[in-house]
């Protein structure tokens, strides 16, 4: 059963800031954190709606794993909601990045290396327990496991960006021709409190901008106006995630002049070692590049980079909530959601286990944290302490 009565716009700020601090790993550990928070935890919603939306932002360009916040926050509090959960998850490390690009801090001595690699050490557990919840409750057929088998395999033999949405498609189409078609259950119903008229303007909005901010900026010569095109632009074309926007990043702003090669390489190493979405790095390079004075270059960069998931999820969710209570449609989704367990269960071996167990003191290490969310059910940010003081003590 999910929850019944909404949470304030001050609580879901104060929940998702918990998460802004302690979600470290990436997009692929944000998706455990959150399924962990809201589905486990808080009962916002039900394992089904949740592995829908996910399934949802992977279709979408931009931050995945920033979506499903926002869709969370606009869940329960409207666009005020959206926006507090967007500033929660996101100013912790846009801040920390900022303070970097400024020169405050090495990114070498952002966090001390036991700590960081405490930090992964709980990444992986809590990639590891997700991938087991949603298996048990979307992988429970011959079919849905082969399909969850199929996606890992082609995405840990052919690991390329276009593969996962083509192995997305490739899911629903087996799903909607091969799997069941069950009536759709009571609690599986994400809220949205937008109308489908606003979501048809919204999705206008975002076409408008990414096609009439390119000529605004050749006709009216403004830095800040440059900065919020090129990063606006950047947000809603990129697809794969956080880990994809880094090159794409370094491809539009190093070979152009904007930021030299060793200050864009300082800021990649800061934005792989601070909590929280990986586009936060747009307020580094924003800061970096001295286009606006300093901080305002930065909040610019943020807004633009972000502001395309705010109108593709505002104005995609009315629809899609329309969509996924057809009983086609409900067995694509089966389909689909079986894929994105495959390809979470992909990404926890690579580049999550891959990249973080080195010895067999660390797997030691994860199966305790494993144990400790999946049988103790103590809390993730508990872990994360633990983890991180740990690190530091080593």
């Known amino acids: 059963m999910t929850s019944e009565k909404p949470a304030s716009v001050l609580s879901i700020l104060l929940i998702f800031l918990r998460l802004g601090l302690t979600s470290f790993g990436g997009p692929v550990a944000h998706i455990g954190y959150f399924r962990e928070e809201f589905v486990n935890r808080r009962k916002w919603l039900s394992d089904q709606s949740y592995a829908d939306l996910v399934a949802l932002c992977q279709f979408l360009p931009g ?20 926006l507090a959960a967007w500033c929660g998850f996101t100013l912790p490390s846009a801040i920390a990045l900022i303070l970097v690009a400024y020169g405050a801090t090495l990114p070498d001595g952002l ?30 057929g011959r079919i849905e496991i082969a399909i969850m088998l199929a996606a890992a395999c082609a995405m840990l033999v052919m690991p390329t960006v276009w593969l ?10 087996v799903g909607w021709l091969l799997l069941e078609r069950k009536a759709d259950a009571e609690d599986a119903h994400l809220p949205v ?3 489908l008229v606003a979501g048809k303007r919204l999705l206008l909005i975002f076409a408008a901008l990414l096609v009439l901010l390119p000529l605004l900026t050749a006709l009216v010569p403004s830095a800040g106006l440059t900065l919020f095109d ?20 370094q491809a539009e702003t190093v070979p152009t002049g904007m930021i030299n090669d060793d200050l864009f390489l300082a800021g990649y190493g800061a934005a792989q070692a601070v909590p929280g ?17 300093g901080w305002l270059g930065g909040l610019i960069a943020l807004v633009a980079i972000f502001t395309p998931s705010f109108l593709l999820v505002a104005g995609v969710l009315p629809f899609w909530e329309q969509l996924r209570r057809r009983t ?42 494993f144990a400790a969310l999946q049988i103790w059910k103590l809390p993730v940010w508990l872990l994360v302490l633990l983890y991180a003081l740990g ?4």
Request: aromatic residues 8%.
């Open 63 to 82: 931050p995945a794993s920033s979506q499903v916040g926002l869709a969370l926050g606009m869940s329960q509090g409207g666009f005020r909601g959206a």
């Open 111 to 140: 966090i001390s290396a036991g700590v960081v690699q405490g930090l992964k050490l709980i990444a992986v557990a809590v990639v590891a327990h997700a991938v087991w919840g949603m298996a048990q409750n979307l992988c429970r």
């Open 164 to 173: 996962q949405p083509a192995l997305i498609l490739l899911a629903a189409l």
């Open 193 to 195: 409190k937008v109308s």
């Open 230 to 249: 090129l990063f606006y632009r950047i947000g809603s074309l990129v697809f794969g995630g956080g880990h994809v926007v880094l090159p794409l990043l």
């Open 277 to 293: 979405p990986l586009f936060t790095f747009a307020a580094y390079l924003g800061t970096a590049m001295n286009t606006l004075p």
């Open 328 to 369: 086609g449609v409900r067995a694509a989704l089966a389909g689909v959601n079986a894929a994105v367990v495959g390809l979470l269960l992909a990404a926890l071996y690579s580049p999550i286990w891959t990249g973080t167990l080195h010895a067999p003191v660390h797997f030691a290490l994860v199966l305790l944290a």
């Open 391 to 394: 690190g530091w003590l080593a």
